[in-house]
C-alpha cells in the first residue's frame, strides 16, 4: 500500500499531537515565524509550515530540513520527506523520542541463488493458513537494476534481532523454509531496513512476530560482504526483505 503524504503547508498541529501522544504548544523561531513544537521524551519536534522548516533537537544533536514538501503520520510516528523521484530522504520522529533521518532508495537487488544454507533448528510449516500483515514494503538498502520480487514462507529461527546498518536501522532473523515433498529445511538469513525493520521491531515488541512463528517474506536474495581489516571481506547470502507478513495458523476443517 502506498503512503498517502499531505501537503507540508497544511500540517495538522492536532493530528500530529494524537499521533505523538504529545500535546502541540505554540512556538515561534526569529527566523521561521510561527510554528508548533512537541516535547517527546528526549526530543523536541518543532514545526514551521509557513516557511517549509522542520526542526528535530535530541540531546546531541539538531537536525533541519528545508522547503519540506510533505509529510505523513503513522503508526506513532510523523514522517517527513524531501526530494522526488529517486533522490528522497525521510526524517522520522517517534513517539518515545527516536529520530531517524535517512534516504529512500529504489527497491531493486540482482539475485543470487543460495547454496549453503545456515544451519539452524528445523521448523516445519503449516498449511490451512490465513495471512496478517505486520510490516509494509519499504525500499531495499542498494540501487540496482529491478528484479522480480520473490516471495518465501517459512518459520522464524529465532527472535529477530535489531542493529544499525550504515546509519540505518536494520533488522533480521533466520528463516526456515520446507520445500514441497522435502521434508528437509533451507535456511535464509533474512534482513530488513529503514520502515520494515522498524516495523518489525513493533511487532516483535507485540510478541506478533517471534522464535517459531509462520511469516511470509516479500524481497530480493542478495550477496554482500562483511567488511574485514586490511583485506577483502567475507561474502555472504542474506535475503533483503521488503515486506514481512505474518501468517496465522487455523485449525483443520475451519
Given amino acids: 500500500m502506498v503512503e498517502q503524504y499531505s501537503a507540508f503547508h497544511e500540517f495538522d498541529p492536532e493530528a500530529g499531537g494524537q499521533t505523538l501522544g504529545a500535546e502541540p504548544r505554540t512556538t515561534r523561531d526569529v527566523a521561521y515565524g510561527d510554528g508548533q513544537a512537541f516535547d517527546l521524551a528526549d526530543a523536541v519536534l518543532e514545526v514551521y509550515p509557513d516557511a517549509g522548516v522542520t526542526r528535530a533537537t535530541i540531546p546531541d544533536a539538531r537536525l533541519e530540513l528545508f522547503r519540506v514538501p510533505r509529510y505523513t503520520l503513522r503508526q506513532q510516528r510523523v514522517i517527513f520527506e524531501v526530494g522526488d523521484g ?3 530522504t525521510r526524517l522520522q520522529v517517534r513517539a518515545d523520542g527516536k529520530v531517524a533521518f535517512h534516504p ?7 539475485p543470487q541463488t543460495v547454496d549453503t544454507p545456515p544451519s539452524g533448528p528445523k521448523e516445519p510449516s503449516t498449511p490451512n493458513v490465513s495471512s496478517q500483515t505486520t510490516t509494509r514494503p519499504s525500499s531495499s538498502p542498494e540501487p ?3 528484479v522480480q520480487v520473490i516471495e518465501l514462507r517459512g518459520r522464524l529461527g529465532r527472535d529477530p534481532w535489531f542493529a ?3 546509519d540505518r536501522p536494520a533488522a533480521g532473523f533466520p528463516l526456515a523454509v520446507n520445500p514441497e515433498d522435502d521434508g528437509k529445511a533451507v535456511w535464509h538469513d533474512v534482513v530488513t531496513f529503514d520502515e520494515t525493520a522498524e516495523q518489525l521491531r513493533e511487532a516483535f515488541d507485540a510478541r506478533k512476530i517471534t522464535k517459531g512463528k509462520l511469516v511470509e517474506v516479500t524481497g530480493r536474495p542478495v550477496v554482500v560482504e562483511q567488511p574485514h581489516d ?12 521488503t515486506a514481512v507478513t505474518r501468517i496465522q495458523a487455523t485449525r483443520p476443517g475451519r
Wanted: proline share 0%; no cysteine; net charge positive.
Fill in 164 to 166: 544499525t546498518r550504515d
Fill in 104 to 110: 529512500v532508495l529504489r527497491a531493486a537487488e540482482q
Fill in 230 to 241: 586490511n583485506s577483502r571481506g567475507k561474502k555472504i547470502r542474506e535475503f533483503h526483505a
Fill in 144 to 146: 540496482r537494476e529491478a
Fill in 86 to 88: 529517486k533522490e528522497r
